[in-house]
């Protein structure tokens, strides 16, 4: 499975554009990261409990 092409100029050098590649990797989650931190976030009752309170206050706060 193809995940992503990299096209080079003329001048530019693969290892250039694979040390690119691998700074965004670092920087951005995969999917399946992203789903583990939410699951995570989801199964915590307190967080949520404070999430929500927040909200509330804030929905019914006048602005």
């Given at each position: 499975m193809i995940s992503g092409l990299v096209a080079l100029d003329d001048g530019d050098r693969l290892d250039d554009a694979l040390k690119v590649i691998a700074a965004r990797r670092r920087v951005q989650p995969s999917p399946t990261e992203s789903i583990a931190v939410l699951q995570r976030e989801s199964s915590a009752p307190?967080?949520?409990s404070a999430?929500?309170?927040d909200i509330a206050?804030?929905?019914t706060t006048p602005g």
């Open positions: 307190g967080q949520l999430e929500f309170t206050e804030r929905a």
